[in-house]
T-cell receptor, first 112, second 115 residues
Framework: GESVGLHLPTLSVQEGDNSIINCAYSNSASDYFIWYKQESGKGPQFIID?????DKRQGQRVTVLLNKTVKHLSLQIAATQPGDSAVYFC???????????FGTGTRLLVSP | KAGVTQTPRYLIKTRGQQVTLSCSPI?????VSWYQQTPGQGLQFLFEYFSETQRNKGNFPGRFSGRQFSNSRSEMNVSTLELGDSALYLC??????????????FGPGTRLTVL
């Protein structure tokens, strides 16, 4: 379904903690998933992606986990830093020219 | 490599006017997608262009249109502006050059305010 961004859930963590941001996606046929970070006044910035033939992918300080059985996606950020404070969006898509469908977003607040 | 650029960054228009927004994709990227972002509706897909052809369209009225040029640059147009069109309009480009080359990279957006 379409994203509805009425109320952003917020995750507050301390600097140095690990953060886990969750996302439930809607379409079981989706085969491509992306996490974006959006800071105030900027466009979404690509963080990491994963295809449906994988269940885990790691980047620098970030890990994405995909559970297709329950249609759940998570983003783990290790050793969270104040610069990680932003809104995080998951997005799903099918093959070819299918549109990206964005989740509602989660606001991550990192305090020193 | 330069990122996606969008012009103008900020725009103020009045109801009934029309507006044209421009997007230059990352060099070598052939696909350009447009999104509308508002606090109430989040990120909503408008359309995607590839090789000058619209490949997909979101659920927006016909007042929203776009096009892509042979150099992959894209424009979107909104006619007869309404107050509800106030939003951040985001452009994203992707290579779409083969398998696993469809990651979309976003520009900074154009903030449109309709008075």
């Amino acid at each position: 379904g379409e994203s509805v961004g009425l109320h952003l859930p917020t995750l507050s963590v301390q600097e140095g903690d690990n953060s886990i941001i969750n996302c439930a996606y809607s379409n079981s046929a989706s085969d491509y998933f992306i996490w974006y970070k959006q800071e105030s006044g900027k466009g979404p910035q690509f963080i990491i992606d994963i295809r449906s033939n994988m269940d885990k992918r790691q980047g620098q300080r970030v890990t994405v986990l995909l559970n297709k059985t329950v249609k759940h996606l998570s983003l783990q950020i290790a050793a969270t830093q104040p610069g990680d404070s932003a809104v995080y969006f998951c997005a799903e898509r099918g093959t070819g020219f299918q549109k990206l469908v964005f989740g509602t977003g989660t606001r991550l607040l990192v305090s020193p | 490599k330069a990122g996606v650029t969008q012009t103008p960054r900020y725009l103020i228009k009045t109801r009934g006017q029309q507006v044209t927004l421009s997007c230059s994709p990352i060099s070598g990227h052939r696909s350009v997608s447009w999104y509308q972002q508002t606090p109430g509706q989040g990120l909503q897909f408008l359309f995607e262009y590839f090789s000058e052809t619209q490949r997909n369209k979101g659920n927006f009225p016909g007042r929203f249109s776009g096009r892509q040029f042979s150099n992959s640059r894209s424009e979107m147009n909104v006619s007869t502006l309404e107050l509800g069109d106030s939003a951040l309009y985001l452009c994203a480009s992707s290579p779409k050059a083969g398998p696993s080359t469809d990651t979309q990279y976003f520009g900074p957006g154009t903030r449109l305010t309709v008075l």
